[in-house]
């Protein structure tokens, strides 16, 4: 069993920028693809960004793709999302959820779909101040 506790969210106004982090309890974090995820209000669960377990390769939405960057680091059991240029559409609950994979994730091949991940932690919310 693996648990997943997102962290980083908060209030912030368009333009601005938050770094989401997501601590993974399991000593094989290596062995998982990870993935960011995110729910507005009233709306389905979309998929937001990526990253293969070595983080050789990422993958995103077009929605974020040029302001968000997911990373990793393997010793710390912690994947990031790094937000710039916030748009008030960025506004949702963000869930990070780990997939046991060592697969490329640079073609979005299964990695966009909720159903390829095998653990999701409970979410960090961001939303617009203004």
């Known amino acids: 069993q693996v648990q997943l506790v997102e962290s980083g969210g908060g209030l912030v106004q368009p333009g601005g920028s938050l770094r989401l982090s997501c601590a993974a309890s399991?000593?094989?974090?290596?062995?998982?693809?990870m993935g960011w995820f995110r729910q507005a209000p009233g709306k389905e669960r979309e998929f937001v960004a990526a990253?293969?377990?070595?983080?050789?390769?990422?993958y995103y939405a077009d929605t974020v793709k040029g302001r968000c960057t997911i990373t990793r680091d393997n010793a710390k059991n912690t994947v990031y999302l790094q937000m710039n240029s916030l748009k008030p559409e960025d506004t949702a609950d963000y869930y990070c959820?780990?997939?046991?994979?060592?697969?490329?994730?640079?073609?979005?091949?299964?990695?966009?779909?909720?159903?390829?991940?095998?653990?999701w932690g409970q979410g960090t919310q961001v939303t617009d101040s203004s």
């Open positions: 959820a780990a997939d046991y994979s060592r697969r490329s994730v640079a073609q979005g091949v299964r990695v966009i779909s909720e159903g390829e991940y095998d653990y």
């Open positions: 399991t000593r094989t974090f290596s062995s998982y693809a």
């Open positions: 990253i293969s377990w070595s983080g050789g390769s990422t």
